[in-house]
């Protein structure tokens, strides 16, 4: 079942603009993970935050989590055509070894150059 | 970093056929692996979790009999999808959490196209 729900569910900007996404959930997560996926290809994981994190930053990635609010936020900076895809938030509500990820419907980024 | 790969990457069929699609882990085992099912400008939607050495456990709506999953091995998870239908064309996407690692990090394959026609 749909866990997250991202917004907006498309953004086009200029390649040097910044990029936001958010995400938002309904039941209590272990951890939220952000997923870019190219036009018919597999998923690359980015970024994770845990559920006792509030900020967490990877290179040109900022991710944010509220857990009162149940949402989080992925911030792309200086954006390039190549950040061109579609972008998942995905939770887990288990720490340990098993545990899987629902996903949120995501968000296509368009840069244009 | 792990690397997931998933056989065939696309594939039509006729109606009425099984299609196999292979998922392995290359470079380290694999335990549980997670098959999803996604539809065109849609999102993951988790189908089954495939335990090796025992039966998979399969999402509410999911057929067993339909969809069906062997994890005969460490590192390698196979989907079978039996006697296809236009409506099973879909993108499969398999996930194989590292169970070597602290954090259990799940990666992804890249994703096998299936087309009924």
């Known amino acids: 079942s749909q866990q997250g729900e991202e917004d907006p569910q498309a953004l086009s900007i200029q390649e040097g603009e910044n990029a936001t996404m958010n995400c938002s959930y309904k039941?209590?997560?272990?951890?939220l993970q952000w997923y870019r996926q190219n036009s018919g290809r597999g998923l690359v994981h980015l970024i994770l935050i845990r559920s006792n994190e509030r900020e967490k930053h990877s290179g040109r990635l900022r991710v944010t989590l509220d857990t009162s609010k149940k949402s989080s936020s992925l911030l792309i900076t200086a954006s390039r055509a190549a950040d061109t895809a579609s972008y998942f938030c995905a939770t887990s509500n288990y720490g340990g070894s098993q545990g899987n990820l629902i996903f949120g419907k995501g968000t296509k980024l368009s840069v244009k150059p | 970093g792990a690397v997931v790969s998933q056989h065939p990457s696309w594939v039509i069929c006729k109606s009425g056929t099984s299609v196999k699609i292979e998922c392995r882990s290359l470079d380290f085992q694999a335990t549980t692996m997670f098959w999803y099912r996604q539809f065109p400008k849609q999102s993951l939607m988790l189908m089954a979790t495939s335990n090796e050495g025992s039966k998979a456990t399969y999402e509410q709506g999911v057929e067993k009999d339909k969809f069906l999953i062997n994890h005969a091995s460490l590192t390698l998870s196979t989907l079978t999808v039996t006697s296809a239908h236009p409506e099973d064309s879909s993108f499969y996407i398999c996930?194989?959490?590292?169970?070597?690692?602290?954090?259990?990090?799940?990666?992804f394959g890249e994703g096998s196209r299936l087309t009924v026609l």
């Open positions: 996930s194989a959490r590292d169970t070597g690692t602290r954090t259990g990090e799940l990666f």
């Open positions: 039941t209590s997560i272990n951890n």
